[in-house]
């Protein structure tokens, strides 16, 4: 199926492990993203590609780490996971960067 | 540092009635605001989005209402249905610069 689709959707994980949490689009979208949702804060960026092998820091980047080798694959990985890391993280893409995001469904990470 | 206040964290509304959510802003650079849906379990989904050289935008029931000299922004919602219960976001941005997301709204209409 088209669209955007995000792995696992749920991960219980123990502080200091490393985690990876995988995004792929299929409509060969240039910018992709990656967000985490926290009560009371919305959504934050984590970080940004605008194509492949470029990435750049959004607002909340600490403790995470991000590749783009193909247009379509977009991983974040968590180096070594810590509570404050749990959240539910949502990929993104979209055409240009500013214009309509397309969302994935969602990761709910539970770090432990 | 929020650079988009949105308001309220709640909001209950009765079937038939209108469902407003306000969004202010500081930065006057932005130039792009949409607002999001999103139901539980799922992603947010573009709603609708407004851009400052207007100052309504109506789609169906949904019309977002733009004041740039209060640099305030607001998403009204007319008769409102049990379907439309969902969490609001509202966002901005400007040039290619990241998009910054309210802090949501759960709404809940009540049949």
């Known amino acids: 199926d088209a669209g955007i689709t995000q792995s696992p959707r749920y991960k219980i994980t123990e502080t200091g492990r490393q985690v990876t949490l995988m995004c792929h689009q299929t409509?060969?979208?240039?910018?992709m993203f990656w967000y985490r949702q926290d009560l009371g804060h919305g959504l934050r960026l984590i970080y940004y590609?605008?194509?492949?092998?470029?990435?750049d820091k959004g607002e909340v980047p600490d403790g995470y780490v991000v590749s783009r080798s193909k247009t379509e694959n977009f991983p974040l990985t968590l180096e070594s996971a810590t509570r404050s890391q749990t959240s539910v993280y949502f990929c993104?893409?979209?055409?240009?960067?500013?214009?309509?995001?397309?969302f994935g469904p969602g990761t709910r990470l539970l770090v432990l | 540092q929020q650079q988009v206040k949105q308001s309220p964290q709640s909001l209950i509304v009765q079937k038939g009635g209108i469902s407003i959510i306000n969004c202010a802003y500081e930065?006057?650079?932005?130039?792009?605001f949409p607002w999001y849906q999103q139901f539980p379990g799922k992603g947010p989904a573009l709603l609708i989005a407004?851009?400052?050289?207007?100052s309504e935008k109506k789609e169906g029931r949904f019309t977002i209402s733009f004041n740039k000299s209060a640099k305030q922004f607001s998403l009204h919602i007319m008769d409102s249905q049990p379907g439309d219960s969902a969490t609001y976001f509202c966002?901005?941005?400007?040039?290619?610069?990241?998009?910054?997301f309210g802090a949501g709204t759960r709404l809940t209409v009540k049949p």
């Open positions: 993104a893409s979209s055409e240009r960067k500013k214009e309509t995001q397309y």
């Open positions: 409509w060969s979208h240039s910018y």
């Open positions: 590609s605008a194509a492949a092998d470029i990435t």
């Open positions: 930065n006057t650079a932005f130039d792009y």
């Open positions: 407004i851009r400052p050289d207007v």
């Open positions: 966002a901005a941005t400007y040039n290619n610069n990241d998009m910054r």
